[in-house]
C-alpha cells in the first residue's frame, strides 16, 4: 500500500516535472536551433530526475501539502545543474565518456564546441530558474545556497576539481594498477588516500548539491530553525550514500543497466570507497547512512511519506 | 581637465574593482587549488575591465553620486561572467586560441579540463556575486536580466553559438577564400549573408551584455521608467558599437596592441562588419552608434561624465 501511494506520487510529480523542464528550455526551432537541440538533448528523454524530486519531496514534507506549483522552478534548477555537469564531465578533456544515459554523451552527437555551449547554456539555465516569477519571495535567499553548491570551494565544482586531483596522484602511486584486471576492485595499490579524503570529495562532488536538494526544498516549503537544520543533516548524510553507492554500481553493474559506461573509475585511478574498504563495507556504510538521515526526517516531518521512500531507494539503487 | 577628472574616476574604480575581485575569487591557497588558480589566472592580472566600469559608471549616473558600493558585486559579476566567456571560447574546440590579454589562454597554461571547470566556476561565481548582502534588495529583479543576458536565445551564449554555426555556413560557401591573403578583407565571397545577421549576432553576443552592464547599473543607481529605458537604447546602440570595433581591431591591429591573436576572424570564416562593408564603413558605423548614444546619456543624466566618457573611448578604442 505504502509502495502503491509512493508510485503514484512518483510519477504525477515526475510528469510534471518533465513537462515544467521541457517548458524552460529554449525551443528547438527558435535560432540558434543546434545550441538548443543540444540542451534539450542534454535534459530530454532519460535521467532518474532523483535531485528534482528529493527537492519536491523536501518542500512537501516541510510544508505538511500536496504540490507546492512554486517549488517547480528550483527542482527545475537542480535539474539542470546536474545536466550540465554530466556534459562538461563527460567530455574528451575530463572523463571522456561516450554513453550517457543510455545514449551517445552530448559531444558524441553534438560535436565539443557545442557540448561546452550547452552545458554552459544549462548552467545559466539553472540559475535563470531561480529569478522565476514563483520563486520571487525566496530569490534572494535561495541563491547564495544554490552557487555555493554549485562551485566552489565546498560544491560540486570543487569535488570535480579534487577528484581530479586525487585521481591524478593516485594514478602515479598506483603505477600500473590501472592496467590490472583486478583494478576495478584493487584500487590504487599502496595509496595512502584515507577514507576521510575520499569522504570529503565525496561530500562536495555530489553531497552538497543533494543537500541543498533538501535544505533549498524545504526553504520553499517553510521550514526554518531545527526542521531546516534536520533537513541539512539528512542530507549531508543521504548525499553521501549517493555517492558510495554511485561507486560500488561503477564496480559492479552494466551499460545496459547504468545507461553510462561503468568501470571508468577504476580505469581512471578515482579515488572511491569500494576500492578502499571494498564493495560489502561500502553498502553497508552507504545503509548506516541512509538509515540515519531516514530515522531524523520520520521523527521531525509528519507528512514526508514521499521524502522518506526516496531516502529509502536511494541507498538500495541499483542504477 | 575633463580627462584629468576622468583618469581619476578610472583610477580609482579599477583599483577598487581589482581588489573586489581578488577577494571575490577563491583563494590560491585553499583546496582545490589547481582549480582556483586556473579561476584567478583567468581574471586576475589583465584586461580592460570595461564591462564592470560601464556597470559602476551607469549606477553612479543613475544616483547622480560618488561610488555606490553595492554596485561592486554586480561589476564584479560582470566581469566574472566575461572572464568566463574568455576562457570557453579560446578552448582548442571552440576558437583553439593561445594568446589572451598578453598571456596563455589558461588551457594552454592549465590544461583543457582546469580550463573548463574554471570558466564553469566563473560562470557560477558570477551569478554568486548577485546574491551578495550588498545586492539583497535588487537580487531577484537582477537575476532574470543578467541570466537572459547571459544565456539562450537573447544571450550572449546564443550569439556565441550562431557566430559558430554562420562561420561554419560562411566556410562553406566561401569555398577557398579563407586561404586567399585578401580573406581579412575580402571577406566570404559570394555570402548572402546580409549585414543584417551581422548585426543580430553582434548585438546577442556581445551588446546583450554590455546593455545589461548599463541597464541593472542603472537599476542599482535607482533608474526606473524612462531614465531606464535611455540606458537600454544606449546600451544596446553602445554594445554593436563596441563589437563592430572588436572586428575592425581583429584586421587593423597586432598581438602586442591587442593581447590576443588578430586576424582570428578572417582564419575561421567569421561573419564581421569589415568583411561586409569595409574597415571604413564600419568605423563610421560604429562612430555613428556611439554618438547617438551618448547624445541620448547626456540628454538624460545630469552626473554622467564618467559613463559618457567611456562610451566616447568604446568608439576610438585601438586595443
Known amino acids: 500500500m505504502r509502495n502503491t501511494l509512493f508510485a503514484a506520487w512518483r510519477e504525477g510529480r515526475t510528469r510534471a516535472l518533465e513537462a515544467a523542464l521541457e517548458q524552460a528550455l529554449p525551443a528547438a526551432s527558435a535560432a540558434p536551433a543546434s545550441l538548443h537541440k543540444a540542451m534539450r538533448y542534454g535534459v530530454l528523454g532519460g535521467g532518474k530526475r532523483i535531485r528534482p524530486l528529493l527537492c519536491l519531496a523536501a518542500a512537501e514534507a ?17 535539474e539542470f545543474l546536474h545536466c550540465y555537469s554530466l556534459i562538461h564531465d563527460d567530455l574528451p578533456a575530463l572523463d571522456n565518456d561516450d554513453l550517457r544515459r543510455g545514449r551517445p554523451t552530448c559531444h558524441r552527437q553534438f560535436g565539443e564546441a557545442l557540448a561546452i555551449l550547452a552545458g554552459d547554456g544549462l548552467l545559466t539555465l539553472a540559475f535563470a530558474q531561480l529569478g522565476d516569477s514563483a520563486l520571487r519571495p525566496w530569490t534572494a535567499q535561495l541563491l547564495p545556497s544554490f552557487a555555493a553548491a554549485a562551485g566552489t570551494p565546498e560544491g560540486m565544482l570543487a569535488g570535480q576539481a579534487a577528484d581530479i586531483a586525487a585521481s591524478i596522484t593516485a594514478g602515479i602511486s598506483a603505477n600500473s ?16 588516500i584515507s577514507l576521510a579524503t575520499v569522504t570529503a570529495i565525496h561530500r562536495r562532488k555530489t553531497g552538497a548539491v543533494i543537500r541543498a536538494c533538501l535544505t533549498l526544498g524545504g526553504v520553499v516549503g ?3 530553525g531545527k526542521r531546516l ?5 539528512a542530507g549531508n548524510d543521504l548525499g553521501l550514500a549517493f555517492q558510495i553507492t554511485d561507486d560500488v554500481l561503477d564496480v ?16 581512471q585511478n578515482k579515488l572511491t570507497y ?4 571494498g564493495i560489502g563495507a561500502s553498502l553497508q556504510q552507504a545503509q548506516i547512512l541512509a538509515d540515519a538521515a531516514l530515522a531524523r526526517l520520520g521523527e521531525t516531518f509528519e507528512h514526508a511519506e514521499p521524502l522518506l521512500q526516496l531516502c529509502r531507494e536511494l541507498a538500495r539503487r541499483t542504477k
Chains 1, 2 share one sequence.
Request: charged residues 15%; negative net charge; hydrophobic residues 45%.
Open 252 to 267: 559492479t553493474s552494466d551499460a545496459a543497466t547504468l545507461g553510462k559506461s561503468p568501470g571508468k573509475d577504476a580505469a
Open 229 to 233: 537544520q534536520v533537513l541539512e543533516s
Open 177 to 192: 594498477a590501472a592496467d590490472s584486471p583486478a583494478a576495478g576492485r584493487a584500487g590504487p595499490s599502496g595509496a595512502e
Open 62 to 78: 516541510a510544508a505538511g501539502s500536496g504540490p507546492l506549483p512554486e517549488a517547480m522552478p528550483l527542482a527545475c534548477a537542480f
Open 222 to 224: 517553510g521550514a526554518k
Open 274 to 277: 569500494p576500492a578502499l574498504v
